[in-house]
């Protein structure tokens, strides 16, 4: 199959369009008269005008490029999407159970745990999340905490953010576990 240099277009003999991409009139025209196919300078298409079809297949190629351009995809959720509420339901054995109101559950559904996220208070690792039960009507997460660690009774909150990891299944990961600020 002909491949398009800097500067060149598809036209197709007795046609009246030139051709950017391989659109389905270009595919067409190898599958059935490739010799009528032929690869010119963008300069010399005339008359000819620009397909439809390719100019569509472009911007979806040129806005895919510019997503991946950027450094990063934006990690960040809305604040109202980012934090969701935590009470203690139990602390045993260095483990501390955590438990989101129900109304999280569909979000907490398709949130997962990444490897390292902490339980941090005041800017300190006291403890690490090794599970999300989100199958739970009020779901539950598993903080196993560090041996220094002290726990606080009063409420926790817990935020999302988008996965760090590209093979990510699920749409959220929790980014972190605190103590929620005192009112
Ligand atoms: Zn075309």
């Known amino acids: 199959m002909p491949v398009l240099g800097e500067d060149q277009v598809y036209v197709i003999k007795y046609g009246t369009d030139y051709h950017r991409a391989w659109c389905r009139v270009v595919a067409e025209a190898w599958d059935q008269a490739p010799r009528g196919l032929r690869v010119t300078l963008f300069a010399d298409v005339g008359e000819r005008n620009g397909c ?62 990444e490897p390292a996220t902490p339980l941090s208070v005041d800017g300190r690792r006291d403890g690490m999340v090794v599970r999300l039960d989100a199958t739970r009507t ?45 009112a």
């Open 138 to 182: 009020e779901p539950l997460l598993v903080v196993q905490l560090d041996p220094r660690a002290t726990v606080t009774d009063g409420p926790y909150q817990m935020h999302l953010r988008r996965p760090l990891q590209r093979s990510a299944t699920k749409p959220y990961a929790v980014e972190s576990v605190e103590p929620a600020p005192r």
């Open 52 to 113: 439809t079809g390719c100019d569509a297949i472009m911007k979806k190629i040129s806005s895919v490029q510019e997503n991946e351009g950027q450094p990063h995809p934006s990690l960040q959720l809305p604040p109202s999407d980012a934090l969701i509420p935590l009470k203690v339901i139990g602390v045993a054995h260095g483990i501390l159970f955590l438990a989101a109101g129900q109304e999280h559950q569909e979000r907490l559904n398709e949130t997962a745990v």
